[in-house]
């Protein structure tokens, strides 16, 4: 190892890094949901530190800060109830209140609403007529809730990148009538990266409480979505199972972001017009319900 390297070693402060990572996650930022007060606080905070360890700024004018558009949205309530057929098939209703974040998470950009609705499931949840697929094909989505899985009927093909990004899935689903996305994920999680769209409540709910609907038509979801990946046709269907989504969120439109960049100047005379770029992403989910 060379002298200028091994000093550069010499100089990583476990702890140090252990005190960044606790003060990045701390109450003070709020969860850094980009667009919101406390990503801002943290975005100037990360500044600061590049101004400390002798960065230069990016921009003469905007200093280390680079803002860009980004709105945002902050779900203050949600609550997700499905109302299962009874064992003839006949109504009343059984009532299988969901856990949050167990059984089912809503995504973090959903609008606010209190809908009870039909479901049907839609496989992928992808309509691409110009890759002769489409999921839709043959269920009517208009006033209910989509179930399906995220992916692809052919992870191979990356053809089908576009259709599998959550902004297109969304939109296709709005654009056809439905009232929200319910994904079915191995383990519910915190996501906010998409767009809020008026009216449309997406979510996720676990594969339990999935086999809990699916039970109707003799299915599981290893068995659906195997069934998918082999076949890579679509099966959507109607169930007689519904569900009532209810969200309070509160919408940013004129949110904004910023990246946070400096430079260190090379020495070297050939090499000092050229750049190495590193980065990494100091935003988070927020702080939401």
Known sequence: MSESAR???DSIRPMEVYDLCKKISSDEFAGRLTGDAGYTV???????????WGLKPIDKETGYLQPYPSPY???DEAEMTLLLPGADGAHPDKELVLKKPGDFMPLLFAASGDTTADLVFGGWGISAPALGYDDYAGIEPAGKFVLCFRGTPDAADTAYEYYDQHRT???????KGALGIIYIYDKPNAHPNGDWIDGFMPAMISEPIADSLLAEVGLTCAALRKELEVCKKPRSFALSSRARCRVVSRHFP????YNVAGFVEGSDPKLK?????????????????
């Open 7 to 9: 000093r550069a070693y």
């Open 42 to 52: 943290a975005a100037n905070w990360a500044a600061s530190k590049f101004k400390e």
């Open 73 to 75: 949205t902050i779900v």
């Open 169 to 175: 899935r969304m939109r296709v689903a709005r654009e």
């Open 254 to 257: 004129d949110g904004a972001g």
């Open 273 to 289: 017009s050229e750049c190495v770029v590193i980065g990494a992403h100091y935003d988070h989910c927020g702080s939401h319900m």
